[in-house]
């Protein structure tokens, strides 16, 4: 069964769309026993006695919590986390929506469960879209990629917006991670567990099954929120405390998978020194430079302009890297 958690809010939200998202689940779903919707609702949300009131209408299980706003946009991790309390006994699966988002893709729940049976121990997440960087030359083709820094989530595009997670993963990790932000933070969780232990447990849809409907005035760089709330999650992200934390649940997500191996070559496989996997930094020059080139192409130079100083950190005696950087400055 997969599991949706949704945190909304009705009252002054002009990007308010459970309706859509509840009408698209209803439309796409291939069974509705495959799926539950579990929803937060604020408790000063003078809107929320009506919108409860229609929840019946629906073919399919919704449950709800009405509880504190808490800090509102920074604290939706925690409502996500909350819900995870009422989770179907037969969950496996687990997707934490926006309520803007709305379902494109029929038979979109057959479609998320066909992918959930690739390991024994249940430990994975899901993608609905490759890696990020999209202009990267195998983005397509190669849709696992964590050659990128850390340092670029604050600008790193496209990320999957709706990633799922299984629920033996979030169990590991105590809930939905420490900022609003569980896209990236899934991403810099994955980044963790690959580099430092060599584990991917990463799958992927062969496209997505939602869209977001984006509001100009609340979810571009246009909002004032873009610059504040979201400047601020970022910030924080950037913290060592916050990479602490990430670090000691990528250390859970291996030590659980580790322990659940049959043979020791399997233990050793999944417990790699710390650093790039061998078969990540083979090659690694040559991706990250391709990567660049894939911005100019995109006609992002400030896009390449990051990525070739990142190789030149990497990589100082980078001659081919040096020159694209300084063509770059002078043609700005």
């Not at 405390?241 to 322990?259: D, G, K, P, W």
Request: proline share 4%; net charge negative; with cysteine.
């Amino acid at each position: 069964m997969i599991s949706l958690v949704i945190c909304s809010r009705i009252s002054g939200n002009d990007n308010f769309g459970l309706p859509n998202l509840l009408a698209s689940l209803e439309q796409f779903s291939a069974s509705y026993n495959n799926i539950e919707v579990l929803v937060k609702f604020d408790s000063d949300d003078e809107n929320v006695e009506d919108m409860v009131a229609t929840l019946s209408d629906y073919p399919f299980t919704i449950k709800y919590l009405v509880e504190p706003r808490g800090r509102g946009y920074v604290d939706i991790h925690i409502g996500y986390t909350r819900l995870l309390s009422l989770l179907d006994p037969c969950t496996t699966v687990v997707g934490a929506f926006a309520d803007d988002f709305i379902i494109t893709v029929q038979d979109w729940d057959e479609k998320v469960l066909s992918k959930t049976k690739a390991y024994d121990d249940d430990i994975y997440c899901l993608h609905q879209r490759p890696h990020p960087p999209y202009y990267r030359k195998q983005y397509q083709t190669e849709p696992f990629y964590l050659d990128f820094s850390l340092e670029q989530l604050d600008y790193i595009e496209i990320v999957d917006e709706g990633p799922f997670w299984s629920r033996r993963w979030l169990e590991i990790c105590g809930g939905l991670g420490h900022v609003s932000f569980t896209d990236a933070w899934t991403l810099c969780l994955q980044w963790y567990l690959y580099h430092l232990y060599g584990v991917n447990r990463t799958q992927f849809l062969d496209e997505p099954v939602i869209h977001r409907v984006l509001n100009a005035m609340i979810d571009t760089s246009s909002a004032q929120r873009w610059h504040t709330e979201r400047a601020s999650n970022f910030d924080f992200m950037q913290s060592e405390h916050y990479h602490v934390m990430v670090m000691n649940q990528a250390s859970n997500l291996h030590l659980n998978i580790a322990n659940r191996c049959k043979s020791m070559d399997q233990f050793e496989q999944a417990n790699q020194s710390p650093g790039y996997p061998a078969a990540a930094r083979e090659n690694l020059l040559q991706r990250l430079l391709e990567t660049a080139q894939g911005a100019l192409d995109a006609k992002r130079p400030e896009v390449a302009t990051r990525e070739y100083e990142r190789i030149i950190h990497l990589f100082p005696d980078c001659a081919s890297a040096h020159r694209a950087l300084t063509s770059l400055k002078i043609a700005s």
